[in-house]
């Protein structure tokens, strides 16, 4: 068996954003892979919308099996299984929301398809908050 090593970023704006991100690790654990390592869980500022709710983050290195597109759709079912109905593509902009978990790096591979680009551009070089955390575990 060959498994991939993979960095995600976790976040969470309402309905107690720090239990969410808590539920979405377990929920990771338990049908992708072994998380490896995770950074600390970071409070900031939303970022390109308007909201009073700040979010908690957090970056985690996992192992998994899942090739990209599988693993996608996998974070895609959890997100829905925890209440997020439409994804941010969806509005044509951002909103608050209970959970949104981004595939940030992959193996080191460079993979681009219409729903997925890896690595996640805009978390490794237009914010420093998710970049900083990003660090913590690659």
């Known amino acids: 068996m060959s498994y991939n090593t993979v960095v995600l970023l976790l976040g969470s ?3 107690n954003p720090e239990n969410n991100i808590q539920i979405a690790l377990e929920k990771i654990e338990n049908e992708i892979g072994a998380i490896l390592k995770n950074s600390e869980l970071v409070i ?3 970022v390109e919308f308007e909201s009073y709710n700040n979010f908690c983050n957090i970056a985690i290195n996992l192992k ?11 974070l895609k079912k959890i997100e829905k299984e925890m209440g997020r109905t439409k994804d941010s593509s969806d509005f044509g902009s951002y909103q608050d929301r209970i959970i949104d978990i981004d595939i940030v790096l992959y193996n080191n591979i460079k993979f681009i398809s219409t729903k997925l680009t ?5 978390n490794l070089y237009e914010r420093d908050f998710a970049r900083e955390i990003i660090n913590e575990v690659r």
Request: no cysteine; net charge positive; charged share 15%.
């Open 118 to 122: 890896i690595p996640h551009h805009k």
């Open 44 to 46: 900031t500022l939303p």
């Open 64 to 74: 998994t099996q899942f090739s990209p597109i599988r693993l996608l759709r996998h």
């Open 13 to 15: 704006n309402i309905n």
